[in-house]
């Protein structure tokens, strides 16, 4: 596999939690979450909450990963850590978009040639969320 295409060793990728990379997509840089499963595979989703899409599920420290689920901590929305798909919340039914990577000797690689991978942790744009929104805590 092409070291360019190289996201992160496979001992680095959490199953409790969330690795965040950034990826550049033509001249748009994105940002997805790698987190491993049970059974050691990795899975990878681009880095936001299908009810609001400028709403980041990892900030820079790793999502919340509860029971197998991925939660949104703005909405309380939890995504499926396998397939994505949410189960509860106000977008309930979306399932979030995948990142194609696999894994080869140890180590993750991003698997979309059309993705050109960055480097870990944010892509360095500030959190377009609005604070004037009121999440599922009420506030």
């Known amino acids: 596999m092409d070291d360019d295409r190289r996201i992160a060793a496979l001992s680095e990728v959490p199953?409790?939690?969330t690795l965040l990379f950034t990826f550049r997509d033509?001249?748009?840089?994105?940002e997805a979450i790698l987190t491993k499963l049970d059974d050691g595979s990795v899975v990878a989703f681009r880095?936001?909450?299908?009810?609001?899409?400028?709403?980041?599920?990892?900030?820079?420290?790793?999502?919340?990963v509860r029971n197998?689920?991925?939660v949104c901590q703005k909405h309380g929305a939890t995504f499926g850590q396998e397939t994505g798909y949410c189960d509860f919340g106000p977008c309930e039914g979306a399932?979030?978009?995948?990142?194609?990577?696999?894994v080869e000797d140890e180590a993750v690689y991003l698997a979309?040639?059309?993705?050109?991978?960055?480097?870990l942790g944010p892509s360095?744009?500030?959190?377009?969320?609005?604070?004037?929104?009121?999440?599922?805590?009420?506030?």
């Open 15 to 17: 199953t409790d939690g």
């Open 26 to 30: 033509g001249f748009d840089l994105g």
């Open 112 to 119: 979309d040639d059309s993705l050109d991978f960055e480097q």
């Open 124 to 139: 360095g744009e500030h959190d377009l969320s609005s604070g004037s929104r009121i999440d599922f805590t009420g506030t």
């Open 47 to 64: 880095n936001y909450c299908q009810h609001w899409t400028d709403v980041r599920l990892d900030k820079g420290s790793g999502a919340l």
């Open 68 to 70: 197998g689920d991925i």
């Open 95 to 102: 399932t979030l978009d995948e990142v194609d990577v696999e």
